[in-house]
């Protein structure tokens, strides 16, 4: 594996365990009110999109992040729904 | 361009432009308490690092979206200094 390769695979790892820190806050502090619906849906059906282009070019790492990402999407949107009450 | 192609397109637009909601929202409420600074961190570095990735790699598709994803994330982050008060 070269070292772009290796870059690539730090920056999906990055922009994928992005989310972590908002899921600990969300848990944490029990409010979402100022966090986007709207962002959470689009990034979702995104992350979905991506994983099956990934499948389609037959791309694990591809697949691999956007399936971990939409995982915590998904928590994320249970989080969202649960504590922001209107 | 076939249609896993624009599957791929399509997968990127809405993954780059979901961040709009958030700073409609942001911009609107003034408010961004409930946003996490970590993953506006995070998620800016990733895209940062993409974007290089995109460049050493010569694609396109991927220094376009970054490059807008970072924008858009700029834009996050200036609104989360503003209007996070504590």
């Given at each position: 594996m070269d070292n772009?390769?290796?870059l690539g695979l730090?920056?999906?790892?990055l922009t994928t365990m992005g989310f972590v820190p908002?899921?600990?806050?969300?848990?944490?502090t029990k409010k979402m009110e100022d966090v986007?619906?709207?962002?959470?849906?689009?990034?979702?059906?995104?992350?979905?999109?991506?994983m099956v282009y990934g499948i389609?070019?037959?791309s694990l790492p591809v697949i691999f992040w956007n399936a971990?990402?939409?995982?915590?999407?998904v928590v994320?949107?249970?989080l969202k729904?649960?504590?922001?009450?209107t």
């Amino acid at each position: 594996m070269d070292n772009w390769t290796l870059l690539g695979l730090l920056a999906g790892f990055l922009t994928t365990m992005g989310f972590v820190p908002q899921i600990v806050k969300g848990f944490k502090t029990k409010k979402m009110e100022d966090v986007s619906s709207g962002m959470l849906l689009l990034l979702g059906i995104g992350m979905f999109l991506w994983m099956v282009y990934g499948i389609l070019i037959d791309s694990l790492p591809v697949i691999f992040w956007n399936a971990i990402a939409l995982s915590l999407n998904v928590v994320l949107i249970v989080l969202k729904m649960k504590y922001h009450h209107t």
